[in-house]
């Protein structure tokens, strides 16, 4: 509000127009200017808590940096709300309407309605405007997201009169299935290639979206290969037993060309619309349950009214494994049907508890005696003579004596094991053997085996009599190994008769053996087990050094020893009793289940141990139904009606709940979900990559960018761009980049890597009422103009009117006498004074690195100059510092050609002083010397302000052993010891000399790897005396040799001159350096003249003293207008259109630098 008096000297003293009745009192309170100041007080408090939250001392030493703690206080169990939601509560709209009503009133009682001022009034009534399009924007804001597929597979059946008799449709992502027809052909979507270039035809070197499907019907079995937009390159692929040419393209197998096998099935490619989005539940809770009768069929949604989003709500600490700190808050949420489509409207669910941040885990617990005999042993291995000593290191190892996998621990040398009998005990001690039976030669015995070593050959062992004419020899043993679902031990021998020699896989199950020819043809097609030679193997101990033996009872346990040079009898073991092993180890049996079952329940996750971008991702509600019982539900982010319809890395795992009275109901734990204004689909996804391509990192990634078509009624749109930073409008609703597919490999046995692309997650938002919200902002701006520049000028004209000239005149004088001591004193702070004597300038000042501005870098998959690449490297070192004075590039260079000058130099930055702190109290303590200790106290005062540290004092025993004890600090010093190592990484000789690819490659595509100095730095300049002498590095492949040697020679010359501080030489050598790079491949060098300004915008700290220019505009703008001086304030107006057309510039140049519009720092 604007208080400024007006120009009529008894109007400030007047009294506000009187008001009568009985809200005479009100009006007034909204006519005082204290009580809006209370108010927008009240209002900055409110918006400060809600949006940055707060900080407050946890700890009596206050001055402690680990005293204080931010939390958000909108996220407490009594509000739990998202920040939308926090800006919806009455307290800020009741706020909102009482500032603008005193802004109203306050504005129609005191400030008269002249032109004097009329910019107050705009600026009130464009803030009013504001509120009303913010109340609009607000109040109708709706924001999701949408996934939405790149394409559909329809395959259809056809009849000999082309009718379609069966017609399936699944999304095109690697490893979807489907299947259909009597005689059923099983679909599975085999591999897509998002870039499918066309090798043939017209349309030769266009790439488009290619889907490869993979039919089997009973023993037809080949791939279909169908391009989008390009139906008539549909063609099948043949399978075939050759292994030099697996596949066949259909129209060679064919006599007549055809290039289809089966002219019955038909696939194709279309559009697959998306029609609904899901609300975001940052913005505002939208949890919903999704219910249906089991099966495919459609879900019906139930929204979940007043489900919390930040805490864990659980009734009992019985519901979870670790619910130790998760203190007892339960919900209970009824959540009926809303829907008249919903297939159980007299069913209400229940939801009664949350987990904001959980994973499921299984623990087995002891059972009842009515459960299977499944006996886990907990055992405790420690140094001493009892678990309660502290003398030595303890683990501990659950054993599942009747799982194969799980019966073992630490590698296999702990066991637990089930016997029947006490003959058991002699195979639990037994050596692995190998169980024959020859019946031609009248053998049938047990022979031990001794798994091959490494450089031992084993010898062969006879069967029967030596002269009988048959033996083996071991070749391989591998006990648990899995093949597929089974789990079996197996030894691999090569047996001899008399007749033959052939490879056989001798299993614990005989069912599973296998013959395979002997030696090099193993990997050949296996062979029929010769029945003349009958093997069962026999793993025996399988090496364990300790096994817990469970029976004949099943309360019966003993423990046997192979630990020493002789092996033990079986000893009784009892839960809880330590039991003393040789070499100094103890045993103890802590807890033992005869009947063990597995309980599976959410784990919590530590808040420190969550990842910070998740959202609601590993969320979990408890649901129960009227049948009884209650079931944790995985959140899902989006619903599908199928397992097939579901995106890669998507979950989709329905529960199934029992209602009761024998029906069942499937339910879905998500978000809500609203219709699409129009269904949109994806027609092609782009990716822009730095020069390399994507390499797997998110910095290599220029911009994202889907092209969408819409449906309009009349069938889809033309396809629309829609980037990260560039969103689509479309009947009032904007669309912008969220998420994309990117690719991975295969994720378990039986599933399809991925070449990615194949879908786009779209935001979907409206913007209802920022039309009006800019029309207030434009009005409030045009008041402030008006009041900063023309109510200045219709003031002065009224003074000018009443004031004498001598009165005008005296006071401009005052303000040029002032104005003339203001530059006089600039120009006696500006001069310099005389010196008789230029010193020389030092090595790092002297030496001229400007060529090095021309040259370019390849890191992280992109192209840099010199300058940039050695800013980045030089910020891991020194973070914001600068060594020295020197510049980034003097001191890359450097650092590599000196790196002892940089031992003992302060130039690793440690950020915060709750690391820096504990770092310099261990340098004070390292030292014992009093003069040592007393110079190490002065530089870590400078440490400690500044935050530089040399690497000397980093490697002392103390300083090393405290920054191990930091590392284990997760939440505050933990990111910083990494940041110390990878300093002290990137400052060796051998990481700098290895970064500076600097060389660029062969080929025609600057894209491919460029080459390191390293690589060529050895070649000889002279080839004859290299020759002569025998020795020199081979060159790079595909670069003309000369060119190498040329600058190898250069390299070679800053090399000898920076050793010898020769500024002079050292800036030739910099110069022959550069041009010599040019000169390698012109073809695929970046233009130097782009390299040369980029290099020089970073040197000038990115242009950003151009604020320097903004400020002297303001100084000026403020002397115009305090003291009325008109030329004044023409030379603020012009020095501030200096100013901005500087920042255009800075902002264009950087456009031009890095080809893409700077939204973020290069």
């Known amino acids: 509000m604007d208080t400024t008096p007006t120009t009529e000297p008894t109007m400030a ?43 407050y001392p946890e700890h009596p030493n206050l001055f402690h940096p680990a005293a204080w703690v931010h939390a958000q206080f909108r996220q407490w169990r009594p509000f739990e709300m998202t920040e939308f939601e926090w800006f919806h509560w009455w307290p800020f709209d009741v706020l909102m309407g009482l500032i603008s009503a005193n802004i109203i009133i306050t504005t129609i009682r005191r400030i008269p309605f002249k032109p004097v001022n009329y910019g107050v009034w705009m600026i009130h009534t464009g803030i009013i405007v504001l509120v009303v399009g913010s109340v609009i924007y607000f109040g109708q804001k709706v924001e999701g997201e949408a996934p939405v597929i790149r394409r559909a597979v329809v395959v259809s059946i056809k009849d000999a009169s082309g009718a379609v008799v069966a017609k ?37 070197g266009k790439r488009t979206y290619s889907v490869t499907v993979m039919v089997n019907r009973g023993d037809q079995r080949f791939m279909r290969q169908v391009a989008a937009g390009y139906p008539e390159y549909t063609e099948d692929l043949v399978l075939t037993d050759d292994p030099k040419q697996p596949v066949k393209r259909a129209r060679k197998v064919n006599p007549d060309g055809n290039p289809i096998i089966d002219g019955a099935l038909s696939v194709d490619l279309e559009y697959e619309g998306q029609q609904w989005f899901y609300l975001r539940n940052d913005l505002a809770k939208a949890w919903a349950l999704y219910v249906r009768t089991p099966g495919d069929g459609p879900w019906t949604m139930r929204p979940i009214e007043g489900m919390p989003l930040y805490n864990d709500r659980i009734a009992s600490r019985d519901d979870v494994f670790n619910g130790d700190r998760t203190p007892i808050d339960p919900i209970d949420l009824s959540v009926p049907a809303v829907d008249a489509a919903d297939p159980f409207q007299d069913v209400a669910f229940r939801v009664i508890g949350f987990l904001r941040y959980a994973h499921d885990r299984s623990k087995w617990m002891a059972g009842s005696e009515r459960d299977p005999f499944n006996p886990v042993v ?23 004596a009747l799982d194969p996998e799980r019966s073992v621990g630490d590698g296999g040398l702990l066991r637990a094991q089930v016997i029947k009998d006490e003959a058991d005990i002699a195979r639990a001690n037994s050596s692995p ?77 005989p069912s599973m053996n296998r013959d395979l020819p002997p030696g090099d043809q193993a990997q050949q097609q296996q062979l029929p087990p010769d029945p003349s030679i009958s093997t069962v193997y026999e793993p025996g101990e399988n090496g364990a050094l300790l096994t817990v033996l469970i029976g004949p009872g099943p309360n019966q346990l003993r423990l046997a020893s192979s630990i020493g040079s002789m092996r033990s009898a079986p000893q009784p073991i009892e839960v809880g009793k330590p039991f003393a092993l040789p070499s100094g180890l103890t045993i103890t049996l802590l807890e033992y289940l005869p009947n063990a079952v597995a309980v599976t329940k959410p784990f919590i996750v530590p808040p420190e141990e969550r990842q ?50 024998g029906r069942k109901a499937e339910v879905l ?44 009624g009349a069938g889809w749109s033309q396809p629309v761009p829609c980037s990260v930073n560039a969103p689509v409008e479309h009947d009032g609703w904007w669309f912008f980049q969220a998420q994309w597919d990117p690719p991975d490999q295969a994720r378990f046995e039986g599933d399809r890597a991925s070449r990615g692309l194949n879908y786009t997650v779209l935001g979907v938002a409206n913007r209802e009422g920022v039309v009006i919200q800019l029309l207030g902002c434009v009005i409030s701006v045009l008041g402030m103009c008006y009041a900063f520049y023309v109510k200045p000028i219709i003031k002065r004209r009224r003074r000018e009117a009443a004031q004498a000239l001598a009165t005008r005149l005296r006071a401009e004088g005052k303000v040029r006498a002032a104005l003339v001591a203001l530059l006089a004193t600039l120009a006696v702070m500006g001069a310099t004074p005389a010196r008789a004597e230029e010193p020389a300038k030092p090595f790092h000042e002297a030496v001229d690195l400007l060529p090095l ?30 060594i020295n004075g020197q510049s980034p590039e003097f001191t890359y260079l450097d650092m590599l050609l000196r790196p002892e000058s940089y031992e003992d130099a302060d130039i690793v930055f440690v950020k915060g002083a709750a690391a820096r702190v504990p770092i310099a109290e261990a340098v004070i303590e390292s030292f014992h010397d009093a003069a040592a200790k007393a110079d190490a106290e002065v530089r870590m005062e400078g440490f400690l302000k500044h935050g530089l540290i040399s690497p000397a004092l980093l490697k002392r025993p103390q300083v090393m052993a405290t920054l191990r004890q930091m590392e284990q600090d997760l939440i505050r010093t933990e990111k910083v010891v990494s940041q110390i190592q990878g300093a002290m990484s990137v400052r060796e000789p051998k990481y700098l000399l290895g970064r500076l690819l600097v060389i660029p490659p062969a080929a025609d595509d600057a894209q491919q790897r460029w080459h390191g100095l390293g690589e060529i730095m050895m070649l000889a300049v002279d080839a004859e005396r290299a020759k002569a002498a025998g020795i020199e590095q081979t060159p790079i492949a595909g670069i003309d040799i000369q060119k190498q040697r040329a600058v190898a020679g250069a390299w070679k010359d800053l090399i000898e001159a920076w050793a010898a501080q020769d500024a002079p030489a050292a800036s030739k050598a910099v110069a022959a350096l550069a041009d010599a790079l040019h000169q390698v491949n012109p073809a695929v060098y970046p233009d130097t003249a782009r390299l040369g300004w980029e290099s020089w915008y970073f040197r000038n700290n990115n242009l950003t003293r151009v604020w320097l220019v903004y400020m002297a505009s303001i100084i000026l703008l403020l002397l115009g207008l305090v003291y009325r001086w008109p030329r004044a304030l023409a030379w603020g107006l012009g020095v501030f259109g200096v100013a901005f057309l500087l920042q255009t510039a800075a902002v264009m140049l950087r456009w031009w630098i890095s080809q893409r519009w700077p939204n973020s720092n290069m």
């Not at 390849?858 to 050695?870: C, D, I, P, V, Y």
């Open 13 to 55: 003293r007047r009294s506000l127009p009187r008001v009568g009745g009985p809200f005479a009192p009100v009006i007034d309170l909204f006519s005082s200017v204290r009580f809006g100041i209370v108010l927008l007080a009240l209002l900055f408090l409110y918006m400060t808590v809600g949006s940055a939250g707060i900080i």
């Open 168 to 204: 399936e449709r699944v999304i095109a992502v690697p490893g979807a299935r489907t299947q259909l027809g009597h005689e059923p052909y099983l679909i599975e979507i085999a591999d897509i290639d998002p870039s499918w270039e066309l090798l043939s035809g017209n349309d030769k």
């Open 378 to 400: 907990v055992l405790e291995v420690a140094q001493g003579q009892s678990t309660g000593q502290a003398a030595g290191q303890s683990d501990r190892y659950q054993l599942q």
């Open 433 to 509: 053997s190998l169980r024959v039976a020859v019946p031609s030669i009248g053998f049938e015995g047990i022979l031990p085996i001794d798994p091959p070593t490494a450089g031992a050959p084993v010898a062969a062992t006879p069967i029967g009599a030596a002269d009988s004419g048959w033996s083996f020899r071991v070749v391989a043993v591998q006990d648990r190994l899995t093949i597929g679902e089974v789990t079996a031990d197996v030894a691999i021998v090569e047996i001899t008769s008399p007749e033959r020699t052939w490879r056989r896989w001798a299993f614990s199950n």
């Open 612 to 661: 910070r971008d998740a959202r609601e991702l590993f969320s979990r509600a408890l649901v129960s139904g009227p049948g009884g019982g209650a079931q944790w539900l995985d959140y899902h982010p989006y619903v599908f009606d199928r397992r097939a319809d579901a995106l890669r890395r998507h979950p989709f795992e329905p529960t199934v709940v029992d209602l009761g009275g």
């Open 669 to 712: 734990f998500s978000r809500r979900r609203e219709p699409m204004p129009t269904a949109v689909a994806l027609d092609d996804f782009i990716l822009a990559t730095h020069i390399g391509g994507y390499t797997g990192e998110a910095s290599t990634i220029r911009d994202y960018t889907s092209m969408l078509r819409f449906d309009d």
């Open 853 to 882: 501005g021309e040259v370019a870098v390849q890191t992280e998959g992109r192209l840099k100059s010199f300058g940039s690449f050695a800013n980045t490297q030089m910020s891991f070192v020194s973070g914001p510092r600068r």
